[in-house]
């Protein structure tokens, strides 16, 4: 009897752990898997590899099973960004309920911060889903655009660990999950998505 009452209070608190888990906004910040240079195509119809085939379903496996998957995706519009989500959704099914946008927006962002693209269009895709509160957006595009803008978002001090090699890398299909600031007043729904600026903490890495 004491056993079922204890497995029952730490069920209660996982259940409370979650809702409190749950309450904080989330950024998952990925760029595409590896793709393929072995055909003679435009860089935004490259196709994924069989390798980078392989590391968007271990990622999305993995998002999956630490309860981390998107409900809002917005992805670049290119070839190997759709393929990359694509092939998470074969790993993950559940992600297909997930609300998609591909955006030509986030494509061709290679040499300067997608900082402000990915706040505008964060804003304005889950404006468009109100009243439904979304808690997880992922931005799925390209370097160096997502690298700078990573480096750009995250608060450096609730991050440090993450820093101690440098400025943050983002290689093909790294997944950066980046959290709401605690306690902050400012930061009270994705309207106030322009005012994050250097404060999300990392609250996890995934790569493949």
Request: charged share 30%; aromatic share 8%.
């Amino acid at each position: 009897e004491r056993a079922r009452e204890s497995a029952g209070m730490e069920k209660s608190l996982e259940a409370q752990q979650q809702v409190l888990r749950g309450s904080r906004r989330r950024l998952l910040l990925m760029r595409h898997a590896k793709s393929s240079w072995n055909q003679p195509l435009s860089d935004a119809r490259r196709p994924l590899n069989d390798r980078g085939k392989a590391s968007a379903q271990a990622v999305s496996r993995e998002l999956a099973r630490r309860n981390l998957l998107p409900e809002l995706v917005l992805s670049s519009d290119a070839r190997r960004t759709k393929e990359t989500y694509e092939h998470m959704c074969k790993a993950s099914p559940e992600l297909e309920r997930a609300h998609v946008h591909y955006l030509p927006e986030f494509y061709g962002i290679f040499n300067t911060s997608a900082t402000s693209v990915i706040m505008d269009l964060v804003w304005e895709k889950t404006n468009a889903l109100r009243p439904k509160e979304v808690e997880t957006v992922l931005c799925l595009g390209h370097n160096d655009g997502w690298e700078l803008a990573l480096n750009e978002l995250v608060d450096r001090k609730t991050s440090l660990p993450f820093f101690e090699g440098g400025e943050l890398a983002m290689k093909t299909a790294d997944v950066y999950v980046l959290e709401q600031p605690e306690n902050d007043d400012d930061f009270k729904s994705w309207d106030d998505i322009f005012t994050s600026h250097g404060k999300w903490s990392i609250e996890t890495y995934i790569r493949s």
